[in-house]
């Protein structure tokens, strides 16, 4: 293999690349406080730098991304437009004191972006679902009477230039994670940059960074985040790849309510009720190996992620993920296989954009096994089974140190 041959491969099997993440946020208006490392992001704009990795997500057998991820963008022009219908039957067991339920779900999106020329590009997505809610787009059946929330929970500029990108506006996520800290369907607002930088041929190498206006970001108690991640890529051979990134996020949110949807989420709350007890300085590794050697139909990853809360007041401040999955959705008949076990401490991760897989989004253990198959072409099946219960009891008398089960039944469409 060559070099220009294994840099191929190792971008097309990149691992939670940026340009996949989705969200269900309606935000309305954004406005942002400037804070002093932002000009950093708009200089890289402007210097010429080695290009900027952008893996294909169809190719990535361990993102967390559901199979409408795999849909190509139709072109019309300087217009590019996708779309996804997904129809839902959950099955949940008694947790606690709430009894077992069924319920339909449905979910729809459409989203187009813009050239204005070489280097600019804009774009939007709208998304059935509550548009005060960040991390799902998801309706339930049920009211007949009500018509459906629609929103845009994306709308940005991106620039980019000589490898180089910048974004600002609503967008999504830029950093390499999984859902132990950002839930699939949170996309911040504000501005973010990156670059990556290829080191011989087997070795590759991208910074990011993101400043997120989370609420209010023109008043005294306004709440946001400065974060920063570097990842390595690296390919020692013909059927292996290896991926490291280390972020850290530095949250600032003076206040709980109002204005923050979901409150604490979870997370412990100071005696004033509406302060957290913690504070959120989140460093987060993930790690991933990749064995190509099954051939195209059968990669198989084994992946991991580590969180630790340096802020924490409590004992409760780590986190981590385990992971292992197979498969690749490219044509029909093909299948996708995945299985994850992950536990969070009540303030190892901020619950306000953590996991919305279960009714626990912070102090849970738990178990997703998760089957994917290509039924046609642009159709797809799925099926994903959740076991979880509390990892630490808050109250002894809520019943939730028993596990719990939810079984989520899938059908997806991609236009």
Request: net charge negative; proline share 6%; hydrophobic share 35%.
């Amino acid at each position: 293999m060559n070099g220009p041959e294994r840099r191929n491969k190792l971008r097309a099997t990149g691992r939670c690349q940026p340009d996949v993440r989705e969200t269900a946020d309606g935000c309305d208006l954004c406005t942002f406080r400037v804070p002093a490392a932002l000009p950093v992001l708009v200089l890289a704009a402007c210097v010429g730098l080695p290009p900027v990795i952008h893996a294909d997500p169809s190719g990535d057998p361990a993102s967390d991304q559901q199979p409408e991820e795999n849909a190509e963008a139709r072109e019309s022009g300087g217009l590019a437009w996708t779309a996804d219908f997904r129809l839902r039957y959950e099955v949940n067991s008694r947790l606690g004191e709430v009894p077992g339920y069924d319920r339909g779900v449905i979910r729809g999106r459409a989203g187009a972006e813009y050239s204005v020329n070489d280097q600019i590009v804009v774009s939007a997505r709208l998304v059935t679902g509550d548009p005060d809610n960040p991390r799902t787009a998801d309706v339930a059946i049920g009211d007949f009477a009500s018509d459906l929330d629609v929103s845009l929970d994306r709308l940005f500029a991106r620039y980019e230039r000589a490898g180089t990108r910048v974004q600002g506006g609503k967008f999504p996520n830029p950093f390499r994670t999984t859902e132990l800290v950002w839930d699939g369907d949170v996309n911040p607002q504000g501005i973010s940059g990156q670059y990556a930088l290829a080191v011989g041929d087997s070795l590759e190498m991208q910074v990011a960074g993101l400043y997120f206006a989370i609420d209010d970001a023109l008043s005294p108690t306004s709440s946001d985040m400065l974060g920063g991640q570097v990842a390595i890529d690296w390919m020692p051979g013909p059927h292996w790849k290896a991926s490291l990134a280390l972020a850290y996020y530095d949250y600032d949110i003076p206040k709980i309510e109002p204005g923050l949807p979901g409150g604490a989420r979870g997370n412990a709350v100071a005696t004033d009720g509406v302060t957290y007890l913690s504070d959120f300085d989140l460093v987060d590794q993930t790690v991933s190996v990749t064995y190509l050697g099954f051939g195209d139909q059968w990669p198989l990853q084994v992946s991991a992620d580590y969180v630790l809360n340096r802020g924490a007041a409590i004992p409760e401040d780590t986190g981590y993920e385990l992971s292992i999955d197979t498969g690749h959705l490219d044509r029909t008949g093909a299948m996708k296989v995945r299985y994850a076990y992950s536990q969070a401490g009540t303030d190892a991760v901020l619950g306000l954009f953590s996991n919305d897989n279960i009714p626990l989004p912070t102090n849970y253990r738990l178990h997703a096994l998760s089957f994917d198959y290509a039924l046609v072409k642009h159709v797809f099946l799925g099926v994903t089974y959740y076991r979880f219960r509390q990892k630490g009891i808050v109250d002894p008398s809520s019943s939730l140190d028993d596990w719990a089960g939810r079984t989520r039944l899938n059908l997806y469409f991609i236009f």
